[in-house]
């Protein structure tokens, strides 16, 4: 195997096996996850469901290798625990947050499903690729129903659903020395064996593959939970029998926040100074709230007489 190196957490892994026309993504997230969650007091169960969807977006996001391109993820429920999840990640900066009711989170069993967290749901997955719509640039949305025992699961379902692509996704979270702690595993095939050749059929139940998912699905989710075990060590445990395994160091993740108080000013001066004075409180504030963050941005009317 090519390029054994120890990976820190918060960086993810990019592989792939030739011969067997697969490639992969792992992740784990510690600091950066901390970090993101010390916004707000979650409840556990709403903290596991964040950091699983935080790992998925940065293994999805881990794909984008042209600067400035985002990836978004985001849940939209009918009468779910969680009425809202959102993350994304630009340029190795990751952020999220959820939106749920206290009063049926608390009524909810540790062990609780997918469809009892969101109820009836779908999971809404944007790409935005800075490169020419030729090359395949441009938006793209999929959306997928939430289906299946996790995050994961769904997100499988958006690529074989939305984009024909066997995919196998594992997501782990535990709590190492009190902290929270989440990693990843994300293997795909790729048709003919060439990334971004037009997929004019796509054989989901392809030979090469189905031996990649097996060996992919006796990953523990111990090890990818595990801050003391590498990246490269879980590749070679899985694939060390393969003829030749390509690994590759992806851009290091950061926790990540785009509000920005100059940025804010600039977007409410665009409004009418009737709409700005509706918007201002009682102190002659307009408060803007950044849900990702949890920080509050007051912008005085009186700014935008100077």
Same mark, same amino acid.
Do not use: M, N
């Given at each position: 195997m090519a390029g054994q190196s120890e990976t820190l957490c918060n960086q993810p892994l990019r592989f792939s096996i +030739?011969?067997?026309?697969?490639?992969?993504? /792992?992740?784990?997230l510690d600091e950066v996850l901390a970090e993101i969650l010390a916004a707000h007091a979650y409840p556990p169960l709403i903290e596991k469901t964040l950091a699983e969807a935080l790992?998925?977006?940065? &293994? /999805?996001?881990?794909?984008?290798?042209?600067?400035?391109? $985002? /990836?978004t993820l985001q849940t $939209?429920?009918?009468?779910?625990?969680i009425r809202l999840l959102a993350c994304d990640y630009k340029d190795g900066a990751l952020r999220g947050y959820a939106q749920f009711d206290p009063a049926t989170v608390a009524a909810l069993p540790d062990d609780a499903t997918l469809f009892g967290i969101f109820g009836k749901g779908y999971l809404a997955i944007t790409f935005d690729r800075m490169?020419?719509?030729?090359e395949g640039g441009g938006r793209y949305q999929g959306i997928v129903p939430l289906e299946g025992d996790t995050l994961a699961d769904a997100a499988a379902n958006y690529f074989v659903q939305s984009e024909q692509i066997p995919t196998l996704i594992r997501v782990a979270v535990d709590h190492v020395n009190g902290r929270c702690v989440a990693g990843g595993l994300l293997v795909q095939h790729l048709p003919e064996g060439e990334e971004g050749r037009e997929r004019l059929h796509v054989r989901l139940d392809h030979p090469e593959w189905a031996h990649v998912e097996i060996i992919a699905s006796t990953i523990a989710r111990a090890e990818l939970a595990? +801050?003391?075990? +590498?990246?490269?060590?879980i590749v070679w445990r899985l694939f060390h029998e393969e003829q030749e395994v390509?690994?590759? $160091?992806?851009?290091? &993740?950061?926790?990540?926040?785009?509000?920005?108080?100059?940025?804010i000013r600039d977007v409410i001066a665009k409004f009418p100074a009737e709409d700005r004075a509706e918007m201002a409180d009682d102190a002659g504030d307009?408060?803007?709230?950044?849900? !990702?963050?949890?920080?509050? !941005?007051?912008?005085? /009317?009186?700014s935008f007489n100077n």
């Open positions: +030739p011969t067997r026309d697969a490639r992969g993504r /792992l992740v784990r790992v998925l977006t940065a &293994l /999805l996001g881990a794909s984008l290798k042209e600067k400035g391109s $985002q /990836l $939209q429920t009918e009468k779910g625990a490169k020419p719509a030729i595990d +801050p003391s075990l +590498p990246l490269e060590e390509r690994i590759e $160091q992806g851009d290091p &993740l950061s926790k990540g926040c785009r509000c920005d108080p100059v940025h307009i408060v803007v709230d950044c849900e !990702f963050c949890s920080r509050r !941005f007051p912008v005085s /009317l009186a």
